[in-house]
């Protein structure tokens, strides 16, 4: 069994980035918006914030009461995303219940969106190559008419882990559990684009074992700790945690490790697999999308 590395994989892919953002003629700033308190986003607000510093780019957190509303919440976001200062912005999942998540996400535009949030960029990526010219110039950042220039965090740090690795996921039996804004669906759109045939299984489907048992790939983001097991996946399986949640006060993901990785060839852990380079791939989608801005400047 081979532990796919996250922290040296990240630490890799933000040394890279270090050298470009040097070479920018503007200073880079990551904007992140948080409502409320909560335990796990302050950790992982913490390991941007560092990655952040890594690399000479500039972090600023904009912090909300949980009693905020929608509309007000709208109009502060409003300003945020206008502020030059700030060359990417981030709305910190997850919001309170009262408030409407997609109005919010879709206050980003589209490049500014590292997150790949927006329904712009969501169906930029949805379409495909030439989603440029079919929802408007905003959307240019999708590829500048050509092809996408950067993928949903989540789809990014997966598919440097199989470049990294030599890891060869076209023409596999690929599962992805789970169907959420920041794993499912993004990494679900992200095969679709690479014509990678895969399935879906959520908490609606009756036994996800009868699909997970025959997987060449599990791509987790469930949410539930422990909810794949040994039982459930075959030998030689490679296992993609990106399922987080607070377990016994641990962060945990949705493979039971201890009996999984018995079976698996590859496995990420949670934490140290998945969760540091999809924050190394926020800003990598920030350098790629403010260079796609200073290219546009000069066309």
Do not use: C
């Amino acid at each position: 069994m081979i532990l796919l590395d996250g922290k040296k994989l990240s630490q890799k892919i933000l040394d890279e980035l270090k050298q470009e953002a040097a070479g920018m003629a503007k200073k880079l700033r990551l904007a992140v918006v948080v409502v409320g308190k909560n335990p796990v986003v302050e950790k992982f607000i913490g390991q941007k914030r560092k990655a952040a510093l890594s690399i000479g780019v500039d972090f600023r957190v904009y912090p909300f009461e949980e009693t905020i509303t929608t509309d007000e919440l709208r109009k502060h976001l409003q300003k945020i995303v206008r502020e030059k200062k700030n060359t990417g912005v981030v709305i910190q999942l997850p919001l309170p219940g009262h408030v409407s998540v997609q109005y919010i996400l879709n206050s980003v535009i589209p490049e500014k969106d590292v997150d790949m949030l927006s329904v712009r960029s969501v169906g930029a990526l949805a379409v495909g190559p030439k989603s440029s010219a079919m929802v408007g110039p905003s959307a240019a950042v999708g590829g500048l008419g050509r092809k996408n220039i950067i993928l949903p965090p989540v789809a990014g740090a997966i598919k440097a882990f199989f470049d990294e690795y030599s890891i060869e996921y076209k023409n596999k039996n690929i599962v992805v559990v789970g169907a959420g804004k920041l794993v499912g669906l993004p990494v679900s759109l992200w095969l679709l684009g690479e014509k990678t045939p895969f399935g879906v299984v959520t908490n609606q489907t009756p036994d996800i074992s009868e699909f997970t048992k025959n997987a060449d790939i599990i791509i987790s983001g469930a949410g539930r700790p422990k909810l794949i097991t040994g039982d459930m996946v075959k030998k030689g399986v490679i296992i993609v945690d990106a399922g987080t949640s607070e377990s016994e006060g641990r962060i945990s993901g949705d493979a039971d490790f201890e009996s999984v990785s018995q079976k698996a060839s590859y496995i990420t852990p949670v934490p140290g697999g998945i969760g540091p380079v999809t924050i190394a791939m926020v800003f990598k989608n920030l350098v790629l999308l403010s260079k796609s801005k200073s290219h546009r400047r000069r066309v």
